[in-house]
């Protein structure tokens, strides 16, 4: 490779987009020709310097901020953490979670009203809530029943069977 | 309350988000401060909108590139003075630059953020995908919707236009440099 072909693919060269064997013939040409060598090294040079000037600007907070609440909402931003560096205020750091607190307290509220309403439908009227109701058995016609229940139906069916 | 935390929102979380930094600097060179950032929002917009569309493993930066480029074209792309494109005069290869490398120093960056700015808008996107972003020759000719040989030509005709421009820089700085040697010898 001479130098008219180098400079030809330098900018090739120097973006590595050449083939092996190409970039091969390139690295032999450099070593022996100085004025190529150069001219490779200041164009490296610029585009390390193009890069380095370009990458002075850094994206706004704010800019950054909003960029996040495109995939989480922002009173789960708050939950697991809030973005170092953004700043928020602090009437918003505690109105945002509201509604999710609003609606799970509306669930326990609704979930001890079923269970309230539950109790007090399995109770007959007249009778204090909590106390147990033993429906009365059909005659036992003189079988011993208590090792059917835990001596209460057997000890109604005696009592019952006395009073007769 | 639409929920949007679910898979697909993890994914953007964690592939898209953090090329945010390279998709603003992007945005930055082809416009002012204020456009840039309405760029990378509508950007991010249709992103997360196609996202689904969003092959995983392939490079996620080079497709919100492309994202951008195309919002830029569509909205932002506004006409403006260019430089005359000199034709490449293939016989003769000039070298690049001759000055030495003092140049590109710090203090010579205003110099070539200047003439970055001034670079036809194509030549300045096929710079900024390769020489910045690092893009391959195909993924940049993806980005920028042309052939692989228009994204060579646009970058070898880039960079000898910046070149072009960095030379003129320079040559004023000397001057200014030399003016203020000269003045301060007659203060002596």
Known sequence: ?164 | MRLHWGKQARRFELTAVPCLADVYRVARQMSDENRAQDLVQETYLRAWKYFHTFEQGTNCRAWLLRILHNVWADQWRQPRLEIPLIPSDEASIEPYYDWEDEFLKEEFSQGLARALSQLPDMYRWAILLVDVEELSYQEAALVMNCPIGTVMSRINRGRRTLTRLLRGEAESLIDDMSCVKRKSQQEE
């Open chain 1, 1 to 164: 490779m001479d130098c008219k072909e180098f400079r030809e693919v330098l900018d090739l060269y120097v973006d590595r987009e050449l083939s092996l064997e190409s970039m091969s013939a390139g690295q032999s040409h450099l070593k022996g020709c100085a004025a190529c060598g150069r001219v490779e090294r200041q164009l490296v040079l610029l585009r390390n310097s193009v890069k380095r000037v370009v990458n002075e600007f850094d994206p706004p907070a704010e800019l950054t901020d909003k960029i996040d609440t495109f995939a989480r909402p922002s009173w789960l931003r708050l939950l697991t953490g809030l973005r170092k560096g953004s700043r928020l205020a602090w009437h918003k750091k505690v109105a945002v979670p509201m509604p999710a607190f609003a609606m799970f307290l509306i669930a326990v509220l609704s979930l001890g009203v079923w269970v309230m309403s539950r109790r007090t439908a399995t109770t007959p009227p007249g009778r204090p809530p909590g106390v147990r109701t033993v429906t009365p058995m059909p005659e036992s016609r003189g079988l011993d029943l208590s090792r059917f229940d835990r001596g209460e139906r057997a000890a109604i069916e005696k009592m019952r069977l006395r009073n007769r």
